[in-house]
């Protein structure tokens, strides 16, 4: 029987916590822009990583970037491989010529495997096997429940809720505080586990949550906050935690 005054609902994020695509965009985009002529080492590919997790966490260049470009999807993301070429070391002058290149390439190449952590079917069951409430919260502006039951998740969770259910994505504390209120738990009875820590964890933790950072890639150095490499690993943690 948990204790009321523990922890008493796990909350996670989906894509790159739960699932992921493999290889992910950005090692294939990392290795076309080194055929390209933009060749980058060990640390600039994870200072690259880290950027694009800040980039999509509703940062001030995102939410700019979604106004001018609105409905245009073609030019927001040729928009987004200048910007990633950029990090990569390419000059301004570089990436504007290469981005159209690299955007035809991730169109007409990328195809990845959508797969699950291999991990994740044993903590879900061990975690509703130990009475925990669970629930998931993706910033996806579009319900999917069915993509959920097609990769076998759906039954393991209390609650499933979407960004677009809220009008806001992470890190905005609203949708934490939605999330929330749907379940029934005070802030300080849950925890939220994500792989971004600048939508996940920053934005679990303004919304009075405790976050833990997911961190399979060991992409961030030394976080304020808790960390899990391994799925299972939240298991011990809430068992020191309670």
């Known amino acids: 029987m948990l204790s009321p005054n523990g922890i008493c609902a796990v909350f996670y994020d989906l894509d790159g916590t739960?699932?992921?695509n493999r290889p992910s965009g950005r090692v294939v985009f990392a290795e076309y822009a080194s055929v390209l002529g933009v060749p980058s080492d060990p640390q600039t590919r994870r200072r690259a990583a880290i950027w694009e997790h800040l980039y999509f966490a509703e940062s001030p260049e995102l939410v700019r970037d979604r106004e001018t470009f609105q409905d245009d999807s073609r030019a927001f993301w040729l928009n987004y491989c200048f910007r990633q070429l950029q990090v990569l070391g390419a000059s301004e002058e570089q990436a504007r010529a290469l981005a159209p290149h690299m955007t035809a390439y991730m169109n007409e190449h990328y195809q990845p495997q959508d797969v699950l952590f291999e991990d994740v079917h044993e903590t879900l069951h061990a975690l509703r096997q130990r009475g925990y409430f669970?629930?998931?919260?993706?910033?996806?502006?579009?319900p999917y429940d069915d993509y959920l039951n097609e990769i076998g998740l759906a039954g393991y969770f209390d609650l499933i809720v979407y960004a677009g259910e809220a009008g806001i994505r992470k890190p905005h504390p609203e949708v934490f505080h939605y999330l929330l209120q749907k379940a029934g738990?005070?802030?300080?009875?849950s925890i939220y586990i994500g792989d971004n820590y600048f939508a996940d964890v920053v934005g679990a933790r303004q919304a009075g949550m405790l976050g833990v950072l997911y961190d399979h890639e060991g992409l961030f150095e030394n976080p304020d906050c808790p960390v899990i490499q391994a799925h299972p690993q939240i298991l011990d943690f809430l068992a020191r935690r309670n």
């Open 18 to 20: 739960l699932r992921l």
């Open 134 to 142: 669970l629930g998931i919260l993706s910033n996806r502006f579009e």
């Open 185 to 189: 738990f005070a802030p300080e009875q």
